[in-house]
């Protein structure tokens, strides 16, 4: 485990109260690009030093802790991926409402990763859309100031929350996670279809990557495929490892060779924004292990 804290000298003036009363540590969950058979990314989950899990640690965050909170949250989940030798792009959840101001609490992180030998071309930052945001003026800065120091972002829990189109007609990040709620039982549900695949498509317009999360069956995984998703997450690839860096078996995931079609959407080289791609090849792509299931 890692201890918590900053350094004060490098912290802005929201991060200058006490440090915090309790450890954190933090799991790890990859993002998978199947297309390209690799791990994109690793998730950062917050955890308890025994394991608790996120939603105990985050309940012990309140008004006065959460700029405390948000900083160590990022300089630690980087010390920990650079000690496991980490080499793929690692996401970090943001708590927009926790950023005093972006230019000066983004310096932690900055020297964190600086001082971790971890790149920040590397480093994703996750914008928790689900937090109702006081001054959506505020998180655009917040996004343009990040990305102009070199660094991703994301809109996190997409259609589940309260930003949404209004956000992302303010700011198009480099990449939008769909809200697992969304991506439950896509294959079965033809509300959560229509939007989905609106979703998509409106992304692939906008030049704006896509990440399913939150899947955890075959059926799910397939219709998204075939619209051309090509990020995913979820227990279907591999469950959060706690101070660990869970490996994805992707021949479960690979199209068998001999029914390999013309390059899809899903296949192709990424499309550039407003270039609509190829349509989806008719038969449905077979994968080994269809008969997995769940
Ligand atoms: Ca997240």
């Known amino acids: 485990m890692i201890t918590t804290g900053g350094d004060p000298a490098s912290a802005c003036i ?55 909170f948000d900083q160590t949250c990022r300089t630690t989940a980087i010390s920990l991926a650079a000690r496991l030798g980490m080499t793929t792009k690692l996401n970090l959840n943001f708590m927009p409402n926790a950023v005093y101001r972006p230019e000066l609490c983004i310096r932690s992180t900055v020297t964190a990763a600086r001082s971790a030998n971890f790149p920040v071309e590397r480093i994703v930052f996750e914008f928790l859309e689900t937090e109702r945001i006081a001054d959506p003026h505020h998180v655009r800065n917040i ?61 692939r317009q906008l030049g704006v990557r896509v990440v399913a999360e939150g899947v955890e069956s075959f059926g799910e995984y397939h219709w998204l495929r075939e619209r051309g998703v090509e990020l995913f997450q979820g227990y279907l690839f591999a469950r959060p490892g706690f101070e660990s860096l869970p490996a994805v078996d992707f021949k479960r995931f690979q199209k068998a060779p001999a029914q390999e079609p013309e390059p899809t959407p899903a296949t192709a080289p990424r499309r550039e924004a407003g270039r609509r791609a190829p349509q989806p090849h008719r038969a449905r792509p077979r994968y080994p292990t269809d008969a997995d299931g769940g």
């Open 14 to 68: 929201g991060c200058t109260g006490d440090q915090l009363s309790f450890d954190i540590t933090f799991a790890f969950q990859p993002i998978v690009d199947v297309a390209q058979s690799k791990i994109e990314s690793y998730e950062a989950l917050v955890r308890g030093p025994g394991g608790e899990s996120a939603y105990e640690i985050l309940s012990k965050v309140d008004e006065r802790s959460r700029y405390r």
């Open 143 to 203: 996004l343009a100031e990040y990305r102009r120091l070199g660094f991703a972002t994301a809109i996190d829990d997409f259609g589940a929350g309260y930003a949404g189109l209004g956000l992302l007609a303010d700011f198009q990040p480099d990449l939008i996670k769909i809200d697992m709620k969304l991506v439950r039982d896509v294959d079965h549900n033809r509300v959560q279809q229509a939007i989905v695949g609106a979703i998509v498509i409106m992304c």
